[in-house]
């Protein structure tokens, strides 16, 4: 089993950064993928940000080119280095992880509260 905190959230104007991050234990050599969601009130959770072990990265539409995801396979932890925030980034944001072997998907964690002012 792999357990994932994720940390780095608060209250910040628009135009501003935040740097989360999300700490792996357990099982971390059965890591594979990493992702960062995020859910808003009221909407579903989407897919932000995925990074794979070899650090090919991908993005959603909405934060490319203002998010950087990263990770330090080293310190079993994923990084989401979040510039140019809009109000509509707020959103509690949790990263998840692909395992090699079941239950092939790591637990969620408690999640980080983003909170963007206009």
């Known amino acids: 089993q792999v357990q994932l905190v994720e940390s780095g959230g608060g209250l910040v104007q628009a135009g501003g950064s935040l740097r989360l991050s999300c700490a792996a234990s357990?099982?971390?050599?059965?890591?594979?993928?990493m992702y960062w969601f995020r859910q808003a009130p009221g909407k579903q959770r989407e897919l932000v940000a995925t990074i794979t072990r070899g650090g090919s990265t991908n993005y959603a539409d909405s934060v490319k080119g203002r998010f950087t995801i990263s990770r330090d396979n080293a310190k079993n932890t994923v990084y989401l280095q979040m510039n140019s925030l809009k109000p509509e980034d707020t959103a509690v944001y949790y990263c998840?992880?692909?395992?090699?072997?079941?239950?092939?998907?790591?637990?969620w964690g408690q999640g980080t509260q983003v909170t963007v002012s206009s």
């Open positions: 998840n992880a692909d395992l090699r072997v079941p239950p092939f998907s790591a637990s």
């Open positions: 357990g099982s971390i050599s059965t890591i594979n993928t």
